[in-house]
């Protein structure tokens, strides 16, 4: 696959995947597919069911600004806050070197980064660690767990990570979602879910102070063979932020584009 060919499937993973994320949280929500807009809009309390992400592929200065104009006009609209995933790879050699600049008249800043990546790496071999058991999330004690995993370790307040997954039959049906136990206890967690004939790791997270142990690593690899061994899919996707991208590499992911995530300007 070449590199825009993988630049282009990790954005349309994106938009596979949050749709079915964002309906699963309200069936009214924000959802279109405008051009070269891809709106996957929960408006909840959990920012990351709150998206939008740029869909054209070479766009060159003039179009970038005008995409980023309307993005931010869709975001000023929304009650919740939310963030401008933006693949760079999709832009022109010229759009790319004026990106900051592009998006500071639009009226965005960037939040973070991170990047895409993916990788033929399925099945895995099933996962061991000597600290960990492993649980399949299937009851709402279990997702809340897992959402609270993810609050702690992205720094929202815990009721905003619940608002993002408490209640929810896919998570508990589709996502084949794990646990990670120390002792009992929760301390990291990853999921993968089907998408277009790949699948999508999703909210990986572990407890701040039980990082860098390896259970991160170790979860995702738990995720992934479960899901293949249900699937028998062979291809694997993920967005990394710029703390995880150096874990995927080791389990077989490849990067492809650098991902931005824009908010609106204070």
């Given at each position: 696959?070449?590199?825009?060919?993988?630049?282009?499937?990790?954005?349309?993973?994106?938009?596979?995947?949050?749709?079915?994320?964002?309906?699963?949280?309200?069936?009214?929500?924000?959802v279109r597919d405008l051009p070269?807009?891809?709106?996957?809009?929960?408006?909840?309390?959990?920012?990351?069911?709150?998206?939008?992400?740029?869909?054209?592929?070479?766009?060159?200065?003039?179009?970038?600004?005008?995409?980023?104009?309307?993005?931010?006009?869709?975001?000023?609209?929304?009650?919740?806050?939310?963030?401008?995933?933006?693949?760079?790879?999709?832009?022109?050699?010229?759009?790319?070197?004026?990106?900051?600049?592009?998006?500071?008249?639009?009226?965005?800043?960037?939040?973070?980064?991170?990047?895409?990546?993916?990788?033929?790496?399925?099945?895995?071999?099933?996962?061991?660690?000597?600290?960990?058991?492993?649980?399949?999330?299937?009851?709402?004690?279990?997702?809340?767990?897992?959402?609270?995993?993810?609050?702690?370790?992205?720094?929202?307040?815990?009721?905003?990570?619940?608002?993002?997954?408490?209640?929810?039959?896919?998570?508990?049906?589709?996502?084949?979602?794990?646990?990670?136990?120390?002792?009992?206890?929760?301390?990291?967690?990853?999921?993968?879910?089907?998408?277009?004939?790949?699948?999508?790791?999703?909210?990986?997270?572990?407890?701040?102070?039980?990082?860098?142990?390896?259970?991160?690593?170790?979860?995702?690899?738990?995720?992934?063979?479960?899901?293949?061994?249900?699937?028998?899919?062979?291809?694997?996707?993920?967005?990394?932020?710029?703390?995880?991208?150096?874990?995927?590499?080791?389990?077989?992911?490849?990067?492809?584009?650098?991902?931005?995530?824009?908010?609106?300007?204070?």
């Amino acid at each position: 696959m070449t590199d825009l060919a993988a630049s282009i499937e990790s954005m349309e993973q994106l938009s596979v995947v949050w749709r079915a994320m964002v309906l699963d949280r309200d069936a009214d929500a924000d959802v279109r597919d405008l051009p070269g807009i891809a709106v996957r809009w929960a408006d909840c309390r959990f920012g990351f069911w709150n998206c939008l992400t740029l869909t054209d592929v070479g766009a060159d200065p003039a179009l970038l600004g005008q995409r980023l104009g309307q993005a931010a006009e869709i975001m000023r609209s929304k009650e919740r806050p939310g963030l401008l995933w933006l693949f760079e790879d999709l832009l022109d050699e010229e759009a790319r070197a004026g990106l900051a600049e592009a998006a500071e008249r639009a009226g965005l800043e960037r939040a973070f980064s991170g990047t895409g990546m993916a990788g033929d790496l399925l099945p895995v071999p099933e996962p061991a660690h000597p600290d960990l058991t492993f649980v399949r999330v299937t009851t709402d004690e279990e997702l809340l767990a897992y959402a609270d995993l993810n609050s702690r370790a992205y720094g929202f307040p815990l009721e905003e990570g619940r608002d993002g997954l408490q209640g929810s039959a896919l998570w508990k049906e589709r996502v084949h979602a794990y646990l990670a136990l120390r002792d009992g206890e929760p301390v990291s967690c990853a999921g993968a879910v089907e998408a277009d004939g790949r699948l999508f790791v999703v909210l990986v997270a572990t407890a701040p102070e039980w990082e860098r142990r390896g259970y991160g690593e170790t979860v995702t690899r738990k995720a992934l063979y479960e899901g293949a061994r249900a699937t028998g899919l062979t291809r694997a996707t993920l967005h990394a932020t710029a703390a995880g991208a150096p874990v995927y590499p080791r389990i077989g992911f490849e990067p492809n584009s650098p991902l931005h995530f824009y908010a609106l300007k204070g």
